[in-house]
């Protein structure tokens, strides 16, 4: 059974930064052949499921507009952990952040969804 387990999260003040980290354990077989896309999610009260970021099989990444220029996402596959550097962080970063492999938002809005997810770490910045 594949799990994916987040650390990281907590309160820091706005201008602050936090690295969550993702790693994988457990029915690795199912990634053996291709490496799954790795996502960041996130979703605040009364908001959507957003994708933050994402880095795919072949490398490539995307981010959010939101975040551009402050966030990093970046994967170690020998530890098979995927970090999200945030810095610069804003009171409108404050979310619960998922991380997902070939994970798609529940209805296309919410988190957690289908494919595998980790139990979510809330990120709280105070101004």
């Known amino acids: 059974e594949v799990q994916l387990v987040e650390s990281g999260g907590g309160s820091v003040q706005a201008g602050g930064s936090l690295r969550l980290s993702c790693t994988i354990s457990?029915?690795?077989?199912?990634?053996?052949?291709?490496?799954?896309?790795m996502g960041w999610y996130r979703q605040g009260p009364g908001n959507e499921c957003d994708l933050v970021a994402r880095i795919m099989t072949d490398g490539t990444i995307y981010y959010a507009d939101s975040v551009k220029g402050r966030f990093t996402i970046s994967k170690d596959n020998a530890r098979k952990t995927t970090y999200l550097q945030a810095s610069s962080l804003k009171p409108e970063d404050t979310a619960v952040y998922y991380c997902?492999?070939?994970?798609?938002?529940?209805?296309?809005?919410?988190?957690?969804?289908?494919?595998?997810w980790g139990q979510g770490t809330q990120v709280t910045v105070s101004s």
């Open positions: 457990g029915g690795t077989s199912e990634f053996m052949f291709e490496a799954p896309t």
């Open positions: 997902g492999a070939n994970a798609l938002p529940r209805e296309g809005r919410w988190c957690p969804g289908i494919g595998y």
